[in-house]
């Protein structure tokens, strides 16, 4: 089991900044792969971006690209998510996930392919 507890969410208005924590605990291995997702309102839930945790590549999506920054702490198993320039169709809630069984060259950008989720925490953006 791996549990994922994210943090940081916020009301903010256009072009402010946030930064959302994801601590994990439980089992862990070297390689796997943590993913932000976001859902809006009516929406599908959508990937941000995601981070092999034995590595350094990432995927962004297009829509954060140059915007939002993911990195970790290995120390503290913790993933963050800085946004900058946040817009209000980043309006969301924003969930941590990780995939236990991709492949070290594959970056699921599916729902479906994460196992473990954490609760969410809400971004609004207001204009």
């Known amino acids: 089991q791996v549990q994922l507890v994210e943090s940081g969410g916020g009301l903010v208005q256009a072009g402010d900044s946030l930064r959302l924590s994801c601590a994990a605990s439980?089992?862990?291995?070297?390689?796997?792969?943590m993913g932000w997702f976001r859902q809006a309102p009516g929406k599908e839930r959508e990937v941000v971006v995601n981070?092999?945790?034995?590595?350094?590549?990432?995927y962004y999506a297009d829509s954060v690209k140059g915007r939002f920054t993911i990195s970790r702490d290995k120390a503290k198993n913790t993933v963050y998510l800085q946004m900058n320039s946040l817009k209000p169709e980043d309006t969301a809630v924003y969930y941590c996930?990780?995939?236990?069984?991709?492949?070290?060259?594959?970056?699921?950008?599916?729902?479906?392919?994460?196992?473990?989720w954490g609760q969410g925490t809400q971004v609004t953006v207001s204009s």
């Open positions: 439980g089992r862990t291995f070297r390689s796997y792969t």
């Open positions: 981070i092999k945790w034995s590595g350094t590549n990432t």
């Open positions: 996930a990780v995939d236990l069984n991709s492949s070290t060259y594959y970056y699921p950008v599916n729902a479906y392919e994460y196992e473990y």
